[in-house]
Nanobody, 126 residues
Framework: QLQLVESGGGVVQAGGSLRLSCATSGFTLDYKIIGWFRQAPGKEREGVSCIVSADGSTYYAASVKGRFTISRDNAKNTMYLEMNDLKAEDTAVYYC???????????????????WGQGTQVTVSS
């Protein structure tokens, strides 16, 4: 059974940092894209960042570019999201997800991923 488990969320003051982790299990690393999404109360889910498995290329939403860094450790079957200079508007539930069909990034980052974790809450206090 495919599983993605997020961790690392919490409460942090504005300007602070957090590192989220996404541990994958139950399948080999044959996803096409692995990424992070977030959803704030009353807002639509937003694609935050992703890594393309084939070449390691990355994508960032404009709202987080320059502040967030995505990475992966294939030996540990884990993906990370380093979040710096956090702002109140970064408050959301963060989800990791994998896409296994090879959709174009822009289309996939609208939320069309195949497997999802349960989410981890990030709260930034101003």
């Amino acid at each position: 059974q495919l599983q993605l488990v997020e961790s690392g969320g919490g409460v942090v003051q504005a300007g602070g940092s957090l590192r989220l982790s996404c541990a994958t299990s139950g399948f080999t690393l044959d996803y096409k894209i692995i990424g992070w999404f977030r959803q704030a109360p009353g807002k639509e889910r937003e694609g935050v960042s992703c890594i393309v498995s084939a070449d390691g290329s990355t994508y960032y939403a404009a709202s987080v570019k320059g502040r967030f860094t995505i990475s992966r450790d294939n030996a540990k079957n884990t993906m990370y999201l380093e979040m710096n200079d956090l702002k109140a508007e970064d408050t959301a539930v963060y989800y990791c997800a994998t896409e296994v069909q090879g959709k174009p990034i822009i289309a996939a980052m609208r939320g069309d991923f195949d497997y999802w974790g349960q989410g981890t809450q990030v709260t930034v206090s101003s």
